[in-house]
C-alpha cells in the first residue's frame, strides 16, 4: 500500500510546453503570429509537439504562452462553425483532420506575463505541477515521430529518480548555440550522468559536444531551484543554470541523467532548420511524398 501510494506520487503525467518566446529569428512571420504555428507541411509545429507528448503516456499538458499566443489556445479547441460547415458538405476526412488536435489532450494554458526566459516559463508551470516529477518539451524543438526519445526519458527517470536532459552529439564549432554538458558514462550506452551544465560555451570552455536539446523530465525540486536562480545570460532566468545547481548538489532533487539522442529532430525556430524539416517530412509523407519527390529531384539535378 505505502509502495503504491509512492508510486503513485512519482507517476509522470504532466507535460509543459513552454511557448512564450518571442521567436526574433522568424520575424516577421512571427510579429502576428506565434512561431509554433508555423505549418510544417500542413501541421502547425506545436501539434507534432503535443502529439509526442500524448505518445509518450502524458496526456494533461499545460502549455506556457503569453502575448500574441492566442491562436495556439484556439488550435486545440473545437471549431463548431468549420465543423459544422465540413459535416453539411459530407466531406468526414477533413472533418477528421479539424477535430484531430482538440480531441488530442487535456489541455491547460498560463501565461507568462513578460518573457524572463526559459526557466521563468518554467516556474509558471509550479502551480498546475505540484510534487510530481514532469516533462517539459519545448514548443519549436521538434523529434521525428519515428525516433522516440521522451518515452526513453521517462523511463530513465522512473529507473534513476532525479531529473534526464536529452543531449545530442553536435559538431564542437556550434556547440556556442547551445546549453552544453560535462558528463560521465554509466552502465547504458545511451545514457550518461551529469555533473556539469554551461549555456552556451565558446568551443574553448565546452567540457564537452554534447548539446542539450528541448527535451526534459524534471523533479519538482527545480522549482525552489528556479526561485532563487537569478537572471543569467541575456538577463534571462536560464533553466540551464537551474539543472546546473540540480547537477551539482543531488541532495536537492536526486541525480541529473542525460539520454543521448541519435534520432531525427529539428529546430523549427530556426529558419534553416525549418526549411529541412519541411523537406524530409513532405518526401516521407505516403500522400505527398512520391509527387514532391520527383518534383525535388528534378529540382535538385537541373536548377542547383
Ligand atoms: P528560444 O531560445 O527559442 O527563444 O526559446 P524565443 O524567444 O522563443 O525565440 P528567438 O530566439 O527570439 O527566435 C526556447 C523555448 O523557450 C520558450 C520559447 O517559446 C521556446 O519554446 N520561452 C523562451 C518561453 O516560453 N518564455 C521565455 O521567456 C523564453
Redesign the pocket.
Known amino acids: 500500500m505505502v509502495l503504491d501510494m509512492a508510486t503513485s506520487r512519482n507517476r509522470i503525467t504532466k507535460a509543459v510546453i513552454?511557448?512564450?518566446?518571442?521567436?526574433?529569428?522568424?520575424l516577421p512571420a512571427?510579429k502576428s503570429t506565434p512561431?509554433?504555428m508555423l505549418p510544417v507541411v500542413d501541421k502547425p509545429a506545436i501539434q507534432y509537439v503535443v502529439e509526442e507528448a500524448v505518445t509518450a503516456g502524458l496526456s494533461d499538458v499545460l502549455m506556457?504562452t503569453?502575448r500574441n499566443k492566442r491562436p495556439l489556445e484556439d488550435h486545440f479547441d473545437r471549431n463548431y462553425e468549420l465543423e459544422e460547415v465540413l459535416r453539411t458538405k459530407g466531406d468526414a476526412a477533413k472533418l477528421t483532420r479539424v477535430q484531430e488536435s482538440s480531441d488530442l489532450a487535456t489541455m491547460h494554458y498560463v501565461r507568462?506575463g513578460?518573457?524572463?526566459?526559459?526557466g521563468?516559463?518554467v516556474l509558471c508551470a509550479a502551480p498546475h505541477v505540484g510534487d510530481q516529477p514532469f516533462a517539459v518539451l519545448?514548443?519549436?524543438?521538434l523529434i521525428d515521430p519515428r525516433d522516440p526519445l521522451l518515452s526513453r526519458m521517462t523511463a530513465v527517470q522512473q529507473e534513476r529518480g532525479g531529473s534526464v536532459i536529452a543531449l545530442m552529439e553536435v559538431p564542437p564549432e556550434t556547440i556556442h548555440l547551445y546549453g552544453c554538458a560535462a558528463a560521465a558514462p554509466t552502465g547504458q550506452d545511451d545514457v550518461v550522468r551529469v555533473s556539469d551544465l554551461v549555456e552556451k560555451p565558446t568551443e574553448a570552455e565546452a567540457p564537452s559536444n554534447l548539446a542539450i536539446i528541448?527535451r526534459y523530465v524534471l523533479d519538482p525540486a527545480v522549482f525552489e531551484v528556479l526561485r532563487k536562480t537569478q537572471p543569467g545570460r541575456g538577463g534571462?532566468i536560464q533553466l540551464t543554470d537551474a539543472l546546473q545547481a540540480l547537477a551539482s548538489d543531488p541532495s536537492l532533487g536526486g541525480p541529473v541523467h542525460g539520454v543521448v539522442f541519435g534520432g531525427r529532430r529539428y529546430d523549427t525556430?530556426d529558419r534553416g532548420d525549418y526549411l529541412r524539416a519541411i523537406v524530409r517530412l513532405a518526401c516521407e509523407r505516403e500522400d505527398l511524398g512520391p509527387d514532391f519527390r520527383e518534383w525535388l529531384r528534378g529540382y535538385v539535378s537541373k536548377e542547383m
Not at 138 to 141: M, P
Open positions: 513552454p511557448a512564450a518566446g518571442l521567436g526574433t529569428r522568424f512571427t512561431k509554433e506556457v503569453g507568462q513578460d518573457p524572463r526566459g526559459l521563468h516559463a519545448l514548443g519549436d524543438d528541448g534571462e525556430g
